[in-house]
C-alpha cells in the first residue's frame, strides 16, 4: 500500500528553520498532486503549500516568503523548508497525496493518502 512518512519537526526559537521531510513508498509522488497542511488545537487543518505533478506550486499566504516546498524525484521525498517560523506556525505538519496530477480546490477532503504528522513548535 501507498505509505507517507514525515520527519523533521521538532522545536525552534522564532525566527529559525526547518526542513520537513514526507518519504513515500508504494507511490511515485512525481505523477502525484502534493501538499502540506497543519493542524494547532483546537482548529481545522488549513493547507500550507501544494505542488503539483508538473512543479507549480502555491502557498497560504501566511507562509509565502518563508517556506518552500519541493520534490526530490530520485528519492521520492517531498519537502518542505521553513524559514523564518513564527509562534503561529506552531501545529502538527501532514503531507498529503493524490493519484491526480491537479486539483483545483486542494482542501484536505481531496487528499487519499496521508503522513502521521509531524509536530512543529515555535517559541518567542
Known amino acids: 500500500g501507498v505509505q507517507l512518512v514525515e520527519s523533521g519537526g521538532g522545536s525552534v526559537q522564532a525566527g529559525g528553520s526547518l526542513r520537513l521531510s514526507c518519504e513515500a513508498s508504494g507511490y511515485t509522488l512525481s505523477s502525484a498532486y502534493m501538499g502540506w497542511f497543519r493542524q494547532a488545537p483546537g482548529k481545522e487543518r488549513e493547507g500550507v503549500a501544494t505542488?503539483?505533478?508538473?512543479?507549480?506550486?502555491s502557498y497560504a499566504d501566511s507562509v509565502k516568503g518563508r517556506f518552500t516546498v519541493s520534490l526530490d524525484n530520485a528519492q521520492n521525498t517531498l519537502y518542505l523548508q521553513m524559514n523564518n517560523l513564527k509562534p503561529e506556525d506552531s501545529a502538527v505538519y501532514y503531507c498529503a497525496a493524490d493519484y491526480r496530477s491537479y486539483i483545483s480546490s486542494p482542501s484536505p477532503a481531496e487528499f487519499a493518502y496521508w503522513g502521521q504528522g509531524t509536530r512543529v513548535t515555535v517559541s518567542s
Open positions: 505542488i503539483d505533478s508538473v512543479g507549480s506550486t
